[in-house]
T-cell receptor
């Protein structure tokens, strides 16, 4: 299957700082990328959908000014958690697909801990 | 809300077939059934998907009932490495195309 990477795999930051997470599709062009969040012992929750070159579409309840998403190329999307707080600590997972009608391939996830 | 219902957990003996059911009674005609699995602290792994017909690949088989209201994922010879949470997802073939994850089935393969 297609390969999607995320960087970093783990990050610890102090409350009030910003953190950027990168998601890359390594062997295909990802027209669409998705960002999810997963709390311990819970399922994945979709945060936003982004198409290359356009603004992300956020799910209800997700603050777009807090979770900045950029999908500037067909192989890279970034999620920036601004002014992070302890309640933002979670497992963030991205996925990429070659188009809306294609299956999603998931990255390995990034564990964010805000102290 | 998720459009699928799955048992919370299942056990399977190593080497035996694991049959994981999924109920999607409100599925629409243009919606696909996707299966993924997530091993602890990793991203979900794509397994298989289908619309109406049964599907098979190197990982698993997907059996979809004729009325499409339920499906079964079959791992023909389960190994310890198949221990994971398995998610059945219904995805539209148009519009947003997004996945809504349900709670999944925690499969434990026993030695």
């Amino acid at each position: 299957g297609a390969v999607v990477s995320q960087h970093p795999s783990r990050v610890i930051c102090k409350s009030g700082t910003s953190v950027k997470i990168e998601c890359r599709s390594l062997d295909f062009q990802a027209t669409t990328m998705f960002w999810y969040r997963q709390f311990p012992k819970q399922s994945l929750m979709l945060m936003a959908t982004s198409n290359e070159g356009s603004k992300a579409t956020y799910e209800q309840g997700v603050e777009k000014d807090k979770f900045l998403i950029n999908h500037a190329s067909l192989t890279l999307s970034t999620l920036t958690v601004t002014s992070a707080h302890p309640e933002d600590s979670s497992f963030y997972i991205c996925s990429a697909s070659a188009g809306l009608d294609y299956e999603q391939y998931f990255g390995p996830g990034t564990r964010l801990t805000v102290t | 809300d998720a459009k699928t219902t799955q048992p919370t957990s299942m056990d399977c003996a190593e080497g035996r077939a694991a049959n994981l059911p999924c109920n999607h009674s409100t599925i629409s005609g243009n919606e696909y059934v996707y299966w993924y699995r997530q091993i602890h602290s990793q991203g979900p792994q794509y397994i298989i998907h289908g619309l109406k017909n049964n599907e098979t690949n190197e990982m698993a088989s997907l059996i979809i009932t004729e009325d499409r209201k339920s499906s079964t994922l079959i791992l023909p010879h389960a190994t310890l490495r198949d221990t994971a949470v398995y998610y059945c997802i219904v995805r539209a073939a148009s519009g947003t195309y997004k996945y809504i994850f349900g709670t999944g089935t925690r499969l434990k393969v026993l030695a």
